[in-house]
């Protein structure tokens, strides 16, 4: 098993992330997108990895789904600036089509190699619940392959005490067909949201 760096600050990750080479994706991302938040956040919400919008400018959740996950936060009682919020990969994945980059899906490869710097994001933070939205973001908090419907609405524990919530992606949301696909994918999204704020109110 690999060392682990000595890093005790955000500002350093951000640092040590800029120069990641631990899988070939650095090599046609624009920049790496580092998680952002309070040092000691109780709640972590962890995404796939970075969108068109999010790799231009390095911020995680400024796209379209950002969008949703904004308004899904708010209407679950939960203050977005309290929150640390990052990706389970730091770099874009994506197809050149034209002038357009369409998003690819991270392989298991590339979310395990960067599963390296969400632990380290964890350890400094020390959230008490994460909140692991779309199947990527479960493989990177939990090294493991999990399905959406079997965890979902279950609190899970991790190894290193937190407990986790498994959700949908908010680009899941989008990615639906018709008005009432998409009002009943938010509502459930809101509503996993919604546990997680009452865990951190029990606790």
């Given at each position: 098993?690999?060392?682990?760096?000595?890093?005790g600050?955000?500002?350093?990750?951000?640092?040590?992330?800029a120069?990641?080479?631990?899988?070939?994706l650095y090599r046609n991302?624009?920049?790496?997108?580092?998680?952002?938040?309070?040092k000691?956040?109780?709640?972590m919400?962890v995404g796939?990895q970075?969108g068109?919008?999010e790799d231009k400018?390095g911020h995680?959740f400024?796209?379209?789904?950002g969008?949703?996950?904004?308004?899904?936060i708010v209407?679950a009682?939960?203050?977005?600036?309290?929150?640390?919020?990052?990706?389970?990969?730091?770099?874009?994945?994506f197809?050149q089509r034209?002038?357009?980059r369409?998003?690819k899906k991270?392989?298991a490869?590339?979310?395990?190699?960067?599963?390296?710097?969400?632990?380290?994001e964890r350890?400094?933070?020390?959230?008490?619940v994460?909140?692991?939205m779309?199947t990527?973001?479960?493989r990177?908090?939990l090294g493991?392959?999990?399905?959406?419907?079997k965890v979902?609405?279950?609190v899970?524990?991790?190894?290193?005490g937190?407990r986790?919530i498994?959700?949908i992606h908010?680009s899941?949301?989008?990615?639906?067909q018709?008005?009432?696909?998409r009002e009943?994918e938010?509502?459930?999204l809101v509503?996993d949201?919604?546990?997680c704020?009452?865990?951190l109110?029990?606790?």
């Amino acid at each position: 098993m690999e060392e682990t760096p000595r890093i005790g600050s955000l500002s350093a990750l951000r640092d040590a992330e800029a120069a990641c080479t631990r899988c070939p994706l650095y090599r046609n991302a624009t920049q790496v997108v580092p998680g952002e938040g309070p040092k000691h956040a109780r709640i972590m919400l962890v995404g796939e990895q970075p969108g068109d919008q999010e790799d231009k400018q390095g911020h995680p959740f400024v796209g379209p789904a950002g969008r949703i996950f904004d308004r899904a936060i708010v209407e679950a009682g939960i203050d977005r600036k309290a929150v640390f919020v990052t990706g389970a990969v730091k770099h874009f994945k994506f197809e050149q089509r034209g002038k357009r980059r369409l998003h690819k899906k991270p392989n298991a490869g590339e979310i395990d190699a960067c599963r390296w710097w969400l632990n380290l994001e964890r350890a400094i933070i020390k959230p008490k619940v994460i909140v692991a939205m779309g199947t990527t973001a479960a493989r990177g908090v939990l090294g493991r392959a999990v399905t959406i419907s079997k965890v979902r609405g279950e609190v899970l524990s991790d190894e290193d005490g937190s407990r986790v919530i498994v959700t949908i992606h908010p680009s899941y949301v989008l990615r639906q067909q018709d008005d009432e696909s998409r009002e009943r994918e938010y509502k459930g999204l809101v509503d996993d949201l919604r546990r997680c704020a009452k865990l951190l109110m029990a606790s």
